[in-house]
């Protein structure tokens, strides 16, 4: 299955596309002029020109084929956009427009007569009610908000607010996404379809979920066991109560159904759960990660809290602390302070240098008994000490190791951190703030190792 039209198009038309800036079609198509892969025509019935740029009529007058068409106008012009672009010959339709159906029985007629339309010229539909679709790999943005950070997850949102307001958080937060998907009402295009696509993608790591109700659970779990053998899956469920199963239904028009029967389908096919926001963020940012061979986990640190504060998350999460070989504790031993604790966490006091964090990963990462290993670093209160020497020496010591093992980290120094934060996402360790966090992160990827059958035996 290709999706490209949607997320790498040559061309695209932005039906709608004003010079008011009050309206949304003036916010995706000032968004979609940085797109470079490939060219973004306006269409507008009454200016001639929009934004600097030269436009259309109508959707047929583009010179040359069309790939992806945006579609944001009124809702009683929307039946006659997708006309227009099936008779063009777009393959790909964006429907921003919202008021179809989740306002009840007679929009979801609407909804199915635009599907029907759509497929009669071999066209796909996401949306419509949605904020619209990102590549960040490329600088496409055919959405009404900010661009998202690049990274490597795969976002794919049920709702567009909810969607838009994570990707706002991710970018405050440092947190990149490959893709941003608002699928909205899923009259068409649903999150099956997307997962098979972005399953053989390169640039997509992972996959997150925000999912309220599925139109086909069958078709969920059928796919979704074929692609959590590719690639993790995160879905964060809403609408587990019953309050919120009413919201959710009421929200985009599907069905909540039971919190059960989502939880046992989840299992079934391999797709994690996640019980929050940042406990989905946490666990899909591992990815960047290789995938352990155990759930023996060995924990760094420069000061004690924090290390019984994670190791009591990992615990949690129903991984191990892990057993340090003695080898390994006497060379601790030999170039940490005698008030260090070199029994796993391993607490090499405040004192601790770049050069100890080195030595100190090295060790752990070469040491049989270790899976992965977690390191931490809180505020360094010696003088002329900053967490960038401390992140430097653990990616010294995974480059030389180099054995497979996942490294994540934890550095929990707020705006002191962020230079040490940044160069370990450089070289692809992820960096945590808090215990829980990067403990889901952890629990993600020995249950990912568990779905594709790399995870040894207990």
């Known amino acids: 299955m290709t999706f490209d039209y949607f997320f790498k198009p040559r061309v695209i038309a932005v039906i709608g596309a004003s010079n008011d800036p009050l309206k949304l079609g003036y916010e995706v198509f000032k968004n979609l002029k940085k797109y470079k892969a490939g060219k973004v025509y306006p269409v507008n019935v009454k200016d001639e020109v929009v934004q600097g740029v030269k436009a259309y009529k109508n959707i047929k007058d583009i010179p040359g084929e069309v790939d992806l068409a945006i579609i944001v106008v009124p809702k009683r012009f929307v039946k006659g956009a997708i006309i227009d672009a099936g008779e063009k010959g777009v393959k790909g339709a964006v429907i921003i427009t919202a008021g179809f159906g989740e306002t009840g029985e007679a929009g979801k007629k609407e909804e199915r007569e635009l ?11 996401i949306g419509p009610n949605c904020v619209g679709v990102m590549n960040t790999q490329d600088d496409m943005n055919a959405t009404f908000i900010m661009d998202a950070k690049k990274g490597s997850i795969a976002f794919i949102s049920q709702s567009g607010a909810l969607g838009a307001g994570i990707v706002y958080k991710t970018v405050k937060e440092g947190i990149g996404f490959s893709k941003f998907v608002s699928i909205g009402n899923m009259a068409d295009v649903d999150f099956s379809e997307l997962m098979e696509y972005l399953a053989d993608t390169e640039e997509d790591k992972a996959i997150a979920l925000y999912i ?34 009413r919201a959710a239904s009421s929200h985009t028009g599907s069905l909540a159904g039971s919190w059960k029967i989502y939880e046992a389908a989840f299992k079934q096919s391999g797709v994690l759960v996640a019980d929050t926001i940042d406990d989905m963020l946490s666990m899909a940012r591992a990815f960047t990660q290789p995938l352990p061979k155990g759930k023996r986990v060995a924990i760094m640190t420069n000061a004690g809290g924090p290390g019984v504060l994670t190791a009591d998350a990992i615990d949690r999460k129903g991984l191990k602390l892990a057993n340090l070989e003695e080898k390994t504790m006497e ?39 270790v899976d992965m290993l977690i ?15 401390h992140a430097e020496g653990v990616i010294k010591a995974v480059k030389e190791v180099n054995n497979g093992k996942p490294v994540l980290g934890l550095f929990m120094a707020g705006y002191v951190s962020e230079k040490a934060k940044e160069l370990l996402e450089a070289n692809g360790i992820p960096s945590y703030e808090r215990p829980e966090d990067v403990a889901a992160g952890a629990y993600a990827l020995v249950q990912q190792a568990k779905n594709v059958g790399v995870l040894r035996e207990e």
């Open 331 to 369: 060379e601790l031993r030999s170039f940490l302070p005698p008030m260090a604790a070199v029994k796993n966490p391993v607490d090499m006091i405040a004192s601790a240098r770049g050069e100890d964090y080195y030595k100190t990963a090295k060790l752990l990462l070469q040491d049989p008994n």
């Open 212 to 245: 309220e109700g599925l139109k086909d659970g069958r078709k969920f779990i059928d796919v979704a066991k074929r692609v959590t053998k590719k690639k993790p899956v995160i879905a964060l469920k809403a609408g587990r109560s019953e309050s919120g199963a």
């Open 115 to 125: 599907v029907e339309i759509a497929h009669k010229y071999g066209m796909r539909i």
């Open 375 to 389: 390191a931490i670093c809180v505020v360094p209160t010696f003088a002329g000490m900053t967490p960038t020497e």
